[in-house]
């Protein structure tokens, strides 16, 4: 090998190994499984057994508000960012929804922090000062995560978050991995890692409710990304039905119900299958809505994702879901419609249910 070759192979190493060290050290790792820190204050009681428990799941869109269309919405999306002004409109919308439903326990997901497109806003730390006297525990874990991302739709940070606020004790939580879409080693590092955010939460008779909030993969195609995170839901959740566990979990699952498939003109059925991977988990467990809700004569009612899609008028499919132990009874449900439309691309679940009486 001449001189000059072995410089420039020398040199490409070079930046090859410092390429390799910048992507480390602008994206972020997680572990499969990690415990997370629980912020309770002392006045947070325990669950009584045989209770009510109302329970509401939102993705509230970053707060960026219904006046936009972004690059994730439509290939031909503008890439604007919400200003300011529309975040905080946004912000106090979700806290006023919040305050009037008053639920127990709030899954929430796509909060920024740190992100550049919401202007590097702890949106958590935001919502929590106008909600700090109803909610004394609150968790949160990241799902999306770098200090930088070249493309050129973000070309900046990003970080988005999963919370969940509850008006009882929590006494412990973890962050549950999900799969994640095949990509090579470069693009893997940079893309999202969505997870569980699971809760535990303490009942005076000594037992516990495992509450989890997550958000599934956003595809842009059909691939089996989405079909692996629901069969791992569906074996977290097999686990906690095994051990005499009651469960619910709640959030953006991405995923249509029984019959909206073909109810979709052509081109908004893309990211979606016909045979929807959620079967995995309606099959097995109880869910709001349930298909019949989503899918029959009062389906309107049942829709919880309104895209920013200026050809669209108002909310065209159901992506979000609270499904439950059977252990757990359903007392009522509803997707608050009516004054939500311009806060969020999604909708928000509110349902109220029994939980297991002391045997």
């Known amino acids: 090998m001449t001189r000059p070759l072995r410089n420039i192979l020398l040199g490409l190493a070079l930046i090859l190994g410092v390429a390799v060290f910048a992507v480390y050290g602008l994206t972020w790792r997680p572990q499969p499984r990690e415990t997370l820190p629980v912020s309770c204050t002392a006045n947070a009681a325990p669950l009584v057994p045989g209770q009510a428990l109302k329970v509401m799941t939102w993705n509230v869109q970053f707060l960026a508000g219904k006046r936009y269309v972004f690059w994730h919405d439509l290939a031909q999306g503008d890439d604007e960012s919400p200003t300011l002004e529309d975040m905080a409109f946004s912000l106090d919308e979700v806290a006023r929804v919040i305050r009037d439903e008053q639920p127990d326990v709030v899954l929430l997901q796509e909060l920024d922090d740190g992100a550049k497109a919401s202007d590097y806003q ?29 493309a050129p739709h973000i070309f900046g940070s990003v970080g988005r978050q999963l919370a969940t606020l509850s008006r009882y004790r929590i006494d412990r939580a973890e962050r549950v991995q999900l799969p994640v879409a095949e990509a090579n080693f470069i693009s893997r590092q940079f893309q999202p890692k969505d997870a569980l955010l699971v809760s535990y939460l303490p009942l005076s008779d000594g037992s516990q409710l495992a509450v989890v909030n997550t958000h599934l993969e956003r595809a842009t195609q059909p691939d089996q990304t989405l079909a692996n995170q629901v069969s791992a839901v569906a074996g977290a959740l097999d686990k906690f039905e095994s051990q005499g566990a009651p469960w619910l979990i709640g959030g953006d699952f991405n995923l249509l119900p029984l019959g909206q498939y073909r109810r979709l003109p052509d081109e908004q059925r893309t990211p979606y299958s016909a045979d929807s991977p959620l079967h995995l988990l309606w099959e097995k467990y109880p ?19 309104y895209p920013n899609d200026p050809g669209l008028n108002g909310p065209d499919r159901t992506v979000d879901y609270l499904f439950y132990s059977p252990r757990i009874k359903r007392v009522e449900a509803q997707v608050r419609q009516d004054d939500t439309l311009r806060i969020s691309d999604h909708l928000p679940v509110i349902a109220r249910f029994l939980l297991p009486a002391m045997p």
């Not at 702890?122 to 070249?150: G, H, M, T």
């Open 287 to 305: 869910m709001i809505p349930t298909n019949d809700e989503a899918s029959g004569i009062d389906r309107e009612h049942w829709l919880t994702h």
């Open 122 to 150: 702890n949106q958590l730390k935001l919502l929590q000062e106008r909600l700090a006297d109803l909610y004394p525990c609150v968790i949160s874990a990241f799902d999306w995560k770098a200090d930088f991302i070249p």
